[in-house]
């Protein structure tokens, strides 16, 4: 738990560096990650992203990584029979669609 914390710790204090030698311009991660960008150059600047902004951070600068971590926790739920009937999958999808549209046709 410690090593976490100091990964954090110094993730958190050079994130100005990982951004800067990012392949993306900074103007597209402000983008994605939904902080507007006021307060994104001002928690770079004081270095208080919180850990759910700087994941949010990493899956866009790490598409690949991020991608190759659904995969792996996938797998592990089909190992572990967690999974759901296409019947479950289309309950979800509507219940969500119904939540952000109402009973109107979009």
């Known amino acids: 738990m410690i090593s976490e914390i100091k990964n954090y710790i110094k993730i958190s204090n050079s994130i100005d560096e990982i951004l800067k030698n990012s392949p993306f311009k900074l103007k597209y991660i402000i983008e994605k990650s939904g902080i507007s960008e006021p307060t994104f ?11 759910e902004e700087l994941l949010k ?10 991608f190759l971590k659904s995969l792996e926790e996938a797998e592990n739920d089909f190992k572990n029979e967690v999974y759901y009937s296409h019947d479950e999958v289309m309950k979800i999808s509507e219940d969500r669609f119904l939540k952000k549209y109402g009973n109107k046709v979009v």
């Open 41 to 51: 150059f001002r928690k770079m600047k004081e270095k208080k992203f919180l850990p």
């Open 57 to 66: 951070i990493a899956e866009i600068i790490k598409p690949e990584e991020s």
